[in-house]
Nanobody
């Protein structure tokens, strides 16, 4: 059974920073992709960033490029998203997800895993103006 432990969300003022963390257990793939999605109230889920563990490449949505940094430790099966210069439009529930195929992470985005077991439950980020 794959289990996620997400942490790091909270309330922050515009311009502030938060660091989201994701620890995964029970996931046995060696080369995989890990990423973050977010869903704001009343909006569709959108991809934020992903990391391909086979070669360490990372990709970002244009809306967060230059402000967010993704990292991963594929031995510990952990991921993190450092978010700087947060803006009110970044307010959303952020979800960590893993994909068994690291080709799922690329310049055009991160293919959402079909298996619901490969998603965390989400952590709320609330940015006040």
């Amino acid at each position: 059974e794959v289990q996620f432990v997400e942490s790091g969300g909270g309330l922050v003022q515009a311009g502030g920073s938060l660091r989201l963390s994701c620890a995964i257990s029970g996931f046995t793939f060696e080369d995989y992709a890990i990423g973050w999605f977010r869903q704001a109230p009343g909006k569709e889920r959108e991809w934020v960033s992903c990391f391909a563990t086979s070669d360490g490449t990372s990709y970002y949505a244009d809306s967060v490029k230059g402000r967010f940094t993704i990292s991963s430790d594929n031995v510990k099966k952990t991921g993190a998203l450092q978010m700087n210069n947060l803006q009110p439009e970044d307010t959303a529930v952020y979800y960590c997800a893993v994909h068994s195929n690291d080709y799922a992470c690329g310049p055009v985005g991160f293919t959402p895993p079909h298996n619901s077991d490969y998603w965390g439950k989400g952590t709320l980020v609330n940015v006040s103006s």
